[in-house]
């Protein structure tokens, strides 16, 4: 079963994405409050890792910086990454996208599109 | 164009020579022409007495002649007349003025009158007549009278003479006047020379730098003078307008930059704005979508819930909106302070309540130190506790789960003079720290810390507020970062009692 870990400062927000991830059918959720915390686990558990959806932004250590530290080392470059924020700047969404992530869900997005995200990360 | 008028337009220097010139001409001519007229009458009175005396020796030798009716005789007597050769003519009357003999030079001058004419001296243009009588020795009484005609020759030839004398004597003085005159105007024409030289050069090159020679203290050294001083004030005009221009333009490179820096704060506050929208309609829009999924099969607590969750963002998305329409009656206007005397721990108590949930879901530990008495302070409540809640809010915010964050009052004085009692509310996190740089910007509009970029929102307008707020009260606020480098101490002093217990403030 796909190990999925997401990361997000509002907790409310987790809930709603863990949610949204069980009725899609993904039961083997990590959830984590901070960026700094889902960082060490995936340093811990990158193996079993099979997608990882960060918040952008999150005080102390974002999306982009989590990013920043997979892509420098190769052990990581299994896991494909999704961002999720509020930011809807066409500019900003680009240059995440051109920087190496697998993709983009700006909030509110539909569950539809984040399924469509993970079905391509997952095959 | 005429003489007059090129003489008229001609250089200085060509008008002062033939000035000179023109002068000294006129100066010679005239003295000469005096000279020349003055001696030619001298000549005449000498040369109608010479022949005047000349006439009475001969007179005298004819006198016996004459007594003795000898013609003969007088006639060798006057052939004597030859020594004198402008003596052309000569004639002796009788007693009873009848012609008697003659002596000429020429045969066809041979024409004495028979009667003689009247006594005396006559001039005409060529020729000088002279009729004189002759006295017996001893009677004195008229024997007869000699009659002589002279030409002018001699005065003519005199004239020529001079008229080349004065003519060569013209020619020098006039060369020498000329060279004199072509040295010495350079005395006048040298410095207006300069002088219009340097007016030209001044104004082809737009060069104002340039001075005019001073040469001496006349007119034209007055003039030059002036033209010097007239330059200088055109150039310090010209300087000063250039430094004011210079100043002008930095200024408004000034106000445009800030123009720019002000037009970016606000589309940065409108994006943030649009991030802070998205969130809470995100969560709506999810709990919705699961109530209508879930609708047959889930409970009634399940859906129940949901529902609680949509209330509790949708009061999320309407304290956004009233913080929007605050702001938009902040810029327009005032904000009403209504002050009352109460006890500012219930305040804070209230903050920390509305808080409570926040610190718990990070795990976060609160440290009240607040004395254990009623803080009695006059202020508007809603105001306060916005501003606690703000500055609280941003500690939790920015510190990490599991670390500390300190609330701490204490007895306090403000101003400097009337210094009067107040308390001090110290919140102290443990979160990332402000960059020291950014510690005095970050209570202006739409500015937040560079750190905040790393995800935590907000509208940048929070501490801006906060600020105006307790100045409204006032009191003073500030931001510092912590002396053992982690995280910030917001520090707030508000005096215990009001002069005004109602006032309206324009809070930005």
Redesign the interface.
Known sequence: MALIVIAD?????CD?LS??LR?MGYDNIKTF??G??AWEYIQEDYQNISVAIL????????GR?IFKQMRSDSKYDHIPVIFQS????DKHIMEDLESGIHGYV????D?ESLQELLDKALT | MSIKERIYHSKIKTKLVLLTMLILGITTLLLSSSIMVYDILNFKRMLSNEITLTANITGKRALSSLLFQQPEKAERDLQELEAKSSILKACFFDQDGNFFAEYSTDEALHICPKKAPPLGERFTFQTLTIHQPILSKISTTQQGSIYVLSDLREIYDNLKRYFIVVLIIMCCVIGIGYFLALQLQKIISGPLEDLSETTRIALRKRDYSVRAKHFYNDEIGVLTNTFNQFMKAVQDGRDNLEAKVHERTADLEREKLKAEQANRAKSEFLRNMSHEFRTPLHAMKAYSSFGVDDYDTASREQLGSYFDRIALVTKRLTSLVEALLSVAQLESGKQKFVMKEQDLRKSIDQVVVEQQALINEKDIELKLDIPDKPLMVFYDDGKIVQVLVNILGNAIKFTEPGKKITLAVSGAYIGGKNRKQAYRIEIIDQGIGIPDKELKKIFDKFIQSSRTNTGAGGTGLGLAIAKKMIRGHGGRIWAENNKNGVGAKFTIIIPKKQDKLEKEVKVI
């Open positions: 400062d509002d907790t409310f927000n709603i949610e949204m009725r409050y901070s700094k915390s918040d952008k932004m999150m005080p102390c250590m974002g910086d509020a930011d809807a700047c700006a909030k509110p997005f569950p």
